[in-house]
């Protein structure tokens, strides 16, 4: 394939256009740690605190409300129940749980914007409808407290999408700090693995160490996607993804959704929203346009590329596309239409 790295710029009407062009996309963003700053007390949330704001008041702080995914064009949110960033937390269940009832409570105030969806085809009605489509994921399997039956129940509380790790090891998986093991799943991993494939919820790889998640990619036959991660070629981090591993994603089926914190992005100097396009277009180039997808990561990150500092700027990705020559087809495959064609595979 041939890239499209250089960008033209553009005039108003143009620019004009691709924002007209971006409200006609269905736009998806697999990642967000907002639920934190609404439940602070857990442990500090990388941003502050809007407790009192909630999601349905627009705020200047953080990165994520209401009113500010319409001001971006977001019509499908995921997020993530985050209960620890030490390993094995006290009481990880009850955590989830807490986050859960915040997610619901801001549901219900906000009910005429925003519905939390547990299929394929809530998506869709619920976008119809005007309404931002929200998921909920589990990042990191500690919640379910060893036991998958407490997998079927966060299942029926409408978790959608989970990462069996985060940086630590657990009772699954070895997560991106612990690399030097080599080690792969647990058999209680397999037994979780098994059982997402059975129930519907999309297996989400971030976080996971590099030798489990090719472990991962040999017991399971469904789409996979990381959520928030980016190309290890341009931004040498482990939290990143090398080339093997995102041709094994495409295999799949899968998608890998890109995340915006700069120091995922580039390793020096100041990241915009042309380095966010730069590991899209290293992956178009790879192994095509239905493999990417948006994952910001707003909420969990201290620190946002210029041209993205919150979600009302997403149009911006938009227009960057649109400066380097990509159709309108392509843009709504990247900007959600990958991620609903697994969510349409997965979710029921």
Request: aromatic letters at 6%; one cysteine or more; charged letters at 30%.
């Amino acid at each position: 394939m041939i890239s499209r790295s250089v960008s033209k710029e553009l005039s108003k009407d143009e620019v004009e256009e691709a924002v007209n062009l971006h409200k006609r996309c269905y736009v998806v963003d697999t990642h967000c740690d907002t639920l934190q700053a609404l439940f602070p007390d857990i442990f500090p949330s990388v941003t502050p605190s809007r407790m009192e704001e909630g999601l349905g008041k627009r705020s200047d702080k953080g990165h994520i409300d209401i009113p500010r995914l319409k001001e971006g064009g977001v019509d499908c949110q995921v997020f993530a129940i985050f209960v620890s960033k030490i390993p094995n937390p006290p009481k990880p269940l009850h955590r989830a749980l807490n986050l859960i009832d915040i997610f619901y409570r801001e549901c219900q105030k906000n009910k005429d914007e925003i519905s939390h969806i547990r299929s394929y085809d809530d998506i869709l009605k619920t976008i119809e409808s005007g309404k931002i489509a929200a998921i909920l994921s589990l990042e990191g399997g500690e919640a379910i407290e060893a036991d998958v039956s407490m997998l079927r129940i966060l299942h029926k509380l409408g978790v959608r999408m989970m990462s069996l790790t985060w940086n630590h090891r657990n009772l699954l998986a070895d997560g991106v700090k612990e690399e030097r093991t080599k080690s792969g799943l647990t058999n209680l991993g397999l037994k979780v693995v098994e059982e997402m494939e059975r129930l519907g919820i999309v297996i989400d790889v971030s976080h996971l160490s590099e030798s489990c998640f090719w472990d991962l990619v040999e017991v399971t036959d469904s789409p996979i996607i990381a959520s928030h991660s980016n190309c290890r070629t341009l931004c040498d981090h482990p939290r990143n993804l090398d080339d093997r591993q995102i041709a094994a994603i495409a295999d799949k089926g899968g998608v890998i959704g890109m995340n915006f914190f700069p120091k995922f992005l580039r390793k020096e100097g100041q990241a915009t929203v042309s380095d966010v396009v730069d590991h899209m277009e290293h992956i178009i180039d790879l192994v095509g346009i239905d493999y990417v997808g948006l994952g910001s990561d707003f909420d969990g990150i201290s620190s946002t590329p210029i041209g993205l500092e919150d979600a009302s700027k997403m149009p911006n990705i938009t227009i960057e596309l649109v400066s380097r020559g990509y159709s309108e087809e392509e843009i709504k495959k990247i900007l959600g239409g990958n991620h609903l064609r697994v969510f349409s595979k997965v979710m029921r």
